[in-house]
């Protein structure tokens, strides 16, 4: 089946660092979108990308759709407090509303 | 506006029980996902449905697990005769229309305990 590889597992950063994370597939797909988990809740939605090559922000998050179809970043710059999570890529391999395949994440810690 | 509500929020079952999870989509969304999240994994698809309709539910286990949206009331994804590898958190996501722009709302999940 499909898999999305996710990097780094986990991160370790200082407040106001900016951060970088990627997904990439062996398999094409077309939708990308990048989710927040906080503990014990449901997974957020950020950012979604639906064109190769189409690079989209949402505050201080950019994300960008790889020309290939075969991967994704998400670039958060100047890290806050509440940006500590879980980040997952998600994708879909179909136009619509069909099920997406999520990365295994990647967990952002901000030392003090 | 009300988001997905799942409930319960936690479920402690003993082996050999069943377990019944519910999700109401958002008010007039008529598409529901279910998904399972293992601690420190990703989600996984389980089931697509539409109102009366399973569309995919290649995510499925073939036995013990069974899903349902009717006309009236909440999806239900349902769990027989559980066993301690059944212990996950699963999501509901509801989304308007096949047609539409609009992704997925996830609920907040329910955590299911086989002790």
């Known amino acids: 089946g499909q898999q999305l590889n996710q990097s780094p597992q986990s991160m370790f950063i200082q407040e106001g660092e900016d951060v970088s994370m990627n997904c990439t597939s062996s398999?094409?797909?077309?939708?990308w979108l990048w989710y927040k988990q906080d503990p014990g809740e449901g997974p957020v939605l950020l950012i979604a990308?639906?064109?190769?090559?189409e690079l989209t922000s949402n505050g201080r998050l950019t994300a960008q759709f790889g020309i290939t179809r075969k991967d994704s970043f998400l670039n958060i710059s100047a890290s806050i407090p509440s940006d500590v999570g879980i980040y997952f890529c998600?994708?879909?391999?179909?136009?619509?509303?069909?099920?997406?395949?999520f990365g295994t994440g990647t967990r952002l810690t901000i030392i003090p | 506006n009300a988001g997905v509500m799942q409930n319960p929020r936690h479920l402690v079952r003993r082996r050999g029980q069943e377990a019944r999870l519910r999700c109401s989509p958002v008010?007039?969304?008529?598409?529901v996902y279910w998904y399972r999240q293992l601690p420190e994994e990703g989600l996984k698809f389980m089931v697509y449905?539409?109102?009366?309709?399973?569309?995919?539910e290649s995510g499925m286990p073939k036995e013990r697990f069974s899903a349902e949206f009717p006309k009236e009331g909440p999806s239900i994804l349902r769990i027989q005769q559980v066993v301690r590898g059944d212990s996950a958190a699963y999501f509901c996501?509801?989304?308007?229309?096949?047609?539409?722009?609009?992704?997925?709302?996830f609920g907040q999940g329910t955590r299911l305990t086989v002790v």
């Open positions: 998600a994708g879909r391999a179909n136009f619509g509303n069909e099920k997406l395949t």
């Open positions: 996501a509801s989304s308007p229309s096949r047609q539409s722009n609009t992704e997925a709302f």
């Open positions: 990308l639906y064109k190769a090559g």
């Open positions: 449905l539409q109102k009366e309709n399973i569309i995919d």
């Open positions: 008010k007039g969304h008529s598409h």
């Open positions: 398999s094409i797909f077309n939708t």
